[in-house]
């Protein structure tokens, strides 16, 4: 989720969290990383979502961020574990990085000789790992603009995506980074705003007695989590950059 | 919490949270950090952890450790803020380090060069990205041998203690390394064990129920927690190193 003001992300999650043993087979472990400012919370759990103390505090608690990044896992590489469960985070020039990755990279074993080393025994947290140690190559001490930042990150992420299916969200609290390799769609909620029903549970919020007229939201998920809104498939080898809860500077 | 077997810390716990706003002043945030093997999962909330419903899931959800690291914030330097709550964290060496403080360092602006940059505003992040910037300088590429890494966190902790109050705790979820510049104090629990009382909240535990004989656990804490068992002061400037719910190589 991506939002132009901090916004709760109780309703998604309700969808997205049955997926984790209920509806999907993602029963691995999951996480959720919720920015405010520059401060990042990151819950992790390796139960199920659907059976997880921890998902039941994140339903009910409406913990307002502009950048939130979720993950159900269904393990490829790496067991079951605390420590290979998604979202990843790192800092990286005075800013968390939190990173998620849908897909399997096979043969990925990159040359880590820089400051960040993976901790669990995932190809995804290889890449985390790789991507920011290439980042930090390229731009050692501060941030660069986001067009030099995406430039970098598409020719990373086309790289990675030769090694398998690199479906990707990535965020450092200021943008949302979002690359497909096969499946990601997204969708902007924005007035006028109406009632959205989930696909995962029989769940239906009217956003417009929610919101206020400015606020604008966008949600990138793996499958589209609700039944009658309108949602864009994102293209495979796309990268899109999303800030205040729309897609910029995606034209690549 | 150090222990040899995983623990849940769910009676210090409630002594402890009490302190962030109701026996004591340190309601300017909480946090609390837990190692499962590699793993680690970190609660953060700007909100008194007498009133944080995250506080009130750790009470109530009995997450088992062998390293525990919590901290409630009175803030000195940086305002209240997710970004300037304790525990910080940082990877080195393929290893989640966890870290927290209690005291001000004034006059402490140290060149940070390396890859490890503060986040938020606080005292506390810089010494702890100093000490993991002298850390990777030392031992480049893996973690050295435990006494190796004591005499240098011994000679950084020393420093930091120059500047001013510098109690602090860290761990990689191996050891949890424990430096004294004005108080804390420590107890091991193990058998035979006995009934505990908070000295916080009028809350009694009989631990000859709940545990095994062989079950070792070290709690260390600024203000003892209990006020029926013997904890042990830390002597100013002395850096303690805890393993299996025991201190070790602790002459200096």
């Known amino acids: 989720m991506n939002c132009n003001v901090p916004t709760d992300i109780c309703f998604s999650f309700e969808g997205f969290c049955a997926r984790g043993g209920k509806t999907d087979e993602h029963r691995d472990g999951w996480g959720i990383a919720f920015f405010e400012?520059?401060?990042?919370?990151?819950?992790?759990?390796?139960?199920?979502?659907?059976?997880?103390?921890?998902?039941?505090?994140?339903?009910?608690?409406?913990?307002?961020?502009?950048?939130?990044?979720?993950?159900?896992?269904?393990?490829?590489?790496?067991?079951?574990?605390?420590?290979?469960?998604?979202?990843?985070?790192?800092?990286?020039?005075?800013?968390?990085?939190?990173?998620?990755?849908?897909?399997?990279?096979?043969?990925?074993e990159p040359n880590l000789i820089g400051p960040y080393q993976p901790v669990g025994a995932t190809d995804s947290e290889?890449?985390?790992?790789?991507?920011?140690?290439?980042?930090?190559?390229?731009?050692?001490?501060?941030?660069?603009?986001?067009?030099?930042?995406?430039?970098?990150?598409?020719?990373?992420?086309?790289?990675?995506?030769?090694?398998?299916i690199f479906n990707c969200l990535l965020s450092n609290g200021e943008y949302l980074f979002v690359y497909c390799t096969t499946q990601l769609h997204y969708l902007v909620r924005q007035a006028p705003f109406a009632a959205a029903h989930l696909v995962d549970e029989d769940i239906t919020v009217d956003f417009q007695a929610l919101t206020s007229?400015?606020?604008?939201?966008?949600?990138?998920?793996?499958?589209?989590?609700?039944?009658?809104?309108?949602?864009?498939?994102?293209?495979?080898?796309?990268?899109?950059?999303?800030?205040d809860g729309i897609p910029i500077l995606s034209e690549t």
């Open 37 to 108: 400012d520059l401060g990042c919370r990151l819950f992790l759990d390796d139960n199920p979502s659907i059976s997880s103390p921890i998902a039941e505090l994140v339903k009910k608690y409406p913990i307002k961020s502009r950048n939130v990044i979720a993950h159900i896992r269904k393990a490829t590489q790496g067991e079951v574990g605390l420590e290979n469960c998604h979202p990843f985070q790192r800092e990286l020039w005075g800013n968390y990085w939190v990173f998620a990755h849908n897909g399997n990279l096979e043969n990925f």
């Open 213 to 243: 007229q400015e606020d604008r939201v966008a949600i990138i998920a793996t499958i589209p989590l609700t039944d009658n809104e309108s949602w864009t498939a994102i293209a495979p080898g796309k990268l899109l950059v999303f800030q």
């Open 126 to 164: 290889k890449a985390f790992c790789l991507l920011l140690q290439i980042l930090r190559e390229n731009f050692p001490n501060s941030k660069p603009s986001l067009e030099k930042l995406r430039q970098v990150l598409q020719t990373i992420m086309d790289i990675f995506s030769s090694y398998g």
